[in-house]
């Protein structure tokens, strides 16, 4: 992949060290005095664990839910909503001073059977959709500050990909290229004015193809006056030999068009032993790759959040989708112990703010400017 580089270039730069303050110091906290918001994927059944409750509130001020607000979780049944378990994440982040990001609106994938096997018209589709966007957007109203809108919709050579919403049948725009996204935006917009409303996507963290074709979208929507507040960089990593390179070029790339950036699902999937374990020099590693990503998005302005998709070992999705194969991605363990990882990502704040005092400011100069600009 041509965004991607060895991890031998990372090496040159120093190991963390534990600095003596930062071990007190969370990473809640580390991210608020720059100014940057950090967040993880939630399971909402799990706020009643009190080792997952309390590592939650003290590392994170946002959440998001790792399945509870997809579609299969909100509409199981045509026209019938179901935000019993969506709703739990909220009442817990507002309980705990938390915000919450919304995931997602439209994907191509992972749809409720009633959806994807109901051969429905371009006109019943498009019913359906402006339906769905608006029922759940209006439901989190003012308690959902953003929203990935729409979700992986571009392959790997930054085509289209072929989905329901675009062309199998589509809503109505099929071959009219990124205008059922602009749709989907207007209709999210139309629900709540105020959340601010993403693209996001995975594998397009560096420069490539498809973060070209998602930077061209987001140009001419822009310059359109479509509602598009920012891009979602995923950053699944999950070979840790190939890690994206240019993300600070990406990055700013985007925000020169004056949206924002989040890292929205980082998490370094380790290649395991037969004993499941990680080696201590994988996760030395690992945490080289964390504090690097951590670094380029605190030090940029227009990189609001940096988000990982979980925090504990324990209940990653990576080991049940490698089959076991990988896992240890995350920067807590199964134990709730603080990996290096961890410890590089806190370091890595502390030391942007160091490097720029500034940059609290600038990053919410930079929120202020976005807004300011509209649509
Ligand atoms: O809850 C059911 C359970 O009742 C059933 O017995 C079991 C049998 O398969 O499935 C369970 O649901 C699974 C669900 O995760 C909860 O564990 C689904 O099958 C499974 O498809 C679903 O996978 C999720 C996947 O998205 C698809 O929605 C993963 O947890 C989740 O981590 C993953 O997250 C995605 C982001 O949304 C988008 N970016 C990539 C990321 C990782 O794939």
Redesign the pocket.
Known sequence: MKDRKPLALFLVIPMFVAASTSAAQSLRQAAQDIGLMVGT?VKPALFSNPDYARTLVRQFNIVEA??EM?WTATEPTRGVFDFRAGDRVVQFAEAHDVKVRG??LLWGK?NPAWLEKGRFTPDQLRRIMKNHIQMVVRHYRGRVFAWDVV??AFDSEGHLRHTLWYDEPGIGLAGKGTAYIAQALRWAHEADPHALLFYND?AADGINAKSDAIYEMVKDFKEQGFPINGVGL?M?VFDPEDVPSNLGGNIGRFTRLGVEVQIT?MDVALPLAGHGQASDSQLAWQAIIYRNIAKTCAENPGCTAFQM?GFTDRYS?IPA?TKGKRGAALIFDADYGPKPAYQAVVEAFQRVLKSHPQIKEERLRFERRVAAIGY
Request: hydrophobic content about 25%.
């Open positions: 994927a790792e399945n997809k995931h997602n992972y979700n992986e995975f995923q699944h699902e998709w999705w989708h």
